[in-house]
């Protein structure tokens, strides 16, 4: 089992967890930010996280999951390593006219799945794809994401497991000691 530094190490050292002056999506700035595209350049990293995260999953939840589905495009990925930790089938949800849909891919009422993705802020996405499941009449029996950067905020029906909770300090523009001090902002994107 992974300590919580050797996940830390993994993901600073790919890249995956960044220290410097970011503008977030929302606008607000933070020294922090975690970018998953730089873990998954690494297939044998990825793949090693995503193992550690499928084996934190109790057994009696980890053995009755017979498909897992990603949104696309972060947690197509995520999804797939853990469908292959789990010896399952990995399915994604994509994009279409601003909607999550199965365009490729059917589920049925005897699938129970386990939504995957590679990092939750806010939960939205992750939700859109509970909702697509449930819609479809399958069962949502987990949550598993990489990061949570909500700390534990973000709240689904189901458990939801994680490899790491992180809840980055925040500043309006107008407060961030970064600016006030003239570090560089930089715009990840997302």
Same mark, same amino acid.
């Given at each position: ?90 399915? /994604? ?6 909607? !999550?849909? %199965? ?5 049925? +009422? &005897? =699938?129970?799945? $386990? ?40 709240? /689904? ?6 490899? !790491?909770? %992180? ?5 309006? +523009? &107008? =407060?961030?000691? $970064? ?12």
């Amino acid at each position: 089992m992974l300590s919580h530094d050797d996940i830390i190490t993994i993901l600073s050292d790919s890249g995956a967890l960044l220290k410097g002056h970011f503008e977030l999506r929302s606008g607000l700035h933070s020294a922090d930010f975690f970018q998953c595209a730089n873990l998954l350049r690494f297939p044998r990293l990825a793949a090693q996280l995503c193992e550690e995260l499928a084996s934190r999953i109790p057994a009696e939840i980890r053995h009755n999951v017979t498909t897992v589905v990603s949104p696309a495009l972060g947690g197509i990925l995520v999804g797939h390593e853990i469908a292959r930790a789990l010896d399952t089938i990995s399915l /994604f949800a994509e994009k279409q006219d601003g909607k !999550l849909v %199965m365009r490729r891919f059917a589920l049925t +009422p &005897a =699938d129970r799945v $386990l939504v995957a993705e590679d990092v939750v802020t806010r939960g939205g996405r992750v939700q859109e794809t509970i909702d697509l499941v449930r819609a479809a009449g399958a069962t949502v029996t987990a949550v598993a994401t990489l990061v949570d950067r909500s700390g534990g905020a973000a709240r /689904f029906d189901v458990p939801h497991f994680s490899l !790491l909770q %992180m809840s980055p300090v925040t500043w309006p +523009p &107008a =407060d961030c000691p $970064l600016c006030k001090g003239g570090t560089p902002l930089v715009h990840p994107g997302s």
